[in-house]
């Protein structure tokens, strides 16, 4: 069987259009759903072709799904742990068969570099397998009453119906590190993915399902209309428990809509990371590690180096050494060979990134990599650091979300401190320094949920992933994320004699 009959019978729809969207690259495309008006086309951003079709769904769809994830709950929360974990498993399995599949569909709807979304897979399928294990630990606890008497036993059940919206940056990675707690914990849920990227979540849900996933646990919904369609499912008393990634503008949109419910809530939301260089770092660390935190996901990431803050000591040598790595990067279609920076998600992005670059450069910023030639279609920005750039700068405190480092240089490390908790986000931080005190200490005053020492990747399954402040409330991954899903109830029995 081809490759493309694959995704025919996957799919189970007609294919659009087999072949190729560029000379040369094989391309599949995903047709989920008939040409016309209640279809969102789905583009690839480094041609803006069509790779897809899915369904725009109104009232009428969101219903049907939220009330056949209702309906599939009380089966799904009685499974035993051990059967939960099982299929949870087995997904892990079916979807690493897949992983170029996958990897490809994230490539084609997102623009990330091939290599980049195969390690995504592996990242959002780690999250399966971490909550496969998660689902069979301990749920619940005894405890002594201290004034003797009675016995404390805490058991932790399933919140209900969860509601989960994902952007789009990760498409793969932050619908399973939702999907994978709240089945483990026995919830069913509606899922909705960005409409820009909503490729990879069909694909994934319906590897879940072949692996053993019951049909109407898991229901994706997709929809041009997000705020219409959050307004009714928030205010619908089946859905127990919102789970949002994306801005921090939503997020509050979500929390008004959650507050006349009391709705439990979990919130990853838009960040402003600083990245803190000390002049006792160790350069090549540094250099590497501002690389990673700025360009993963082409700096499309919530806790990409926005800020990065320098001292004077080390600063033209930091500068030099990061700007040789912007200008080593080869920009092109993520499924090209060679390619170390796709697009940007669209247009909008493109736009958004150069106002806030001219904006810099009116302030006195200094472009410190080379000029470039950019491919001639589809969204591409050149990697691109700005040095000596204005804390005022709007740069400073918006997110970037694009390959452009703005690096400020600082002489006094409590004024690279005070800048740094300027900002009313939260999420992530970086140090660098060789000193284990002053790491330390800078980690410990730094307002936010994650701190990267000597580091500029932090995500990692087995960590509470979450910020501070108005990046958000609730975590996700490790252990303490599977209790985003579970209400702790509490039984008190007599034991006097
Ligand atoms: P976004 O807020 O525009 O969209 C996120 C999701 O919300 C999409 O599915 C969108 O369709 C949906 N949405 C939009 N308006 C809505 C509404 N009124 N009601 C309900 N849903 C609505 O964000 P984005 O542009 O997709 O993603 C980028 C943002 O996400 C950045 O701010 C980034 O920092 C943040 N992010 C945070 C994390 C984290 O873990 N903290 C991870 C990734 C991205």
Redesign the pocket.
Known sequence: MTRIMEYVLLFGTTLMQAGSAMNDLPTIIHDLSPDGPGSIVIEDPATSRTVGRVPDSSLEGWNEALAAASAAGPAWSARSSRERSDILHECVRVLLENRDDLARTITLEMGKPVAESQAEVDYAVDYIRWYAEEAVRPAGDYRADPKGGSAIITTRAPVGLALL??????PMA?ATRKIAPALAAGCTAVV????LTPLTTYLVVRLMIRAGVPEDAVRVVTTTD??AM?ASMMADPRVRKVS?????G?GA??LGQAAPRIMRTSM????NAPLIVFDDADLERAVDGAFAAKMRNGGQS?VAANRILVQDGIADAFVDGLAERFDGMVLGHGLEEGTTLGPVIDARAVRRIGELVEDALDRGAVEVTAERDLPDEGHFVAPSLLDRVDTDARISST?I?GPVAAVSRFSDPEQALAIANDTPHG?AAYVFTESLERAFDTAERLETGMVGINRGVISNVAAP?G?VKT??IGREGSSEGIEEYQEIRYLNLDRRR
């Not at 949002?244 to 921090?248: A, D, K, Q, Y």
């Not at 990853?268 to 960040?271: A, D, F, K, T």
């Open positions: 919206i994902a952007p789009w940056n990760f932050m909705k993915p960005a409409e997000p705020a959050s949002f990634t994306g801005s921090t939503v949109v979500l990853e939301l838009g960040g919530c997110e979300f999420l992933f910020g990046s958000g």
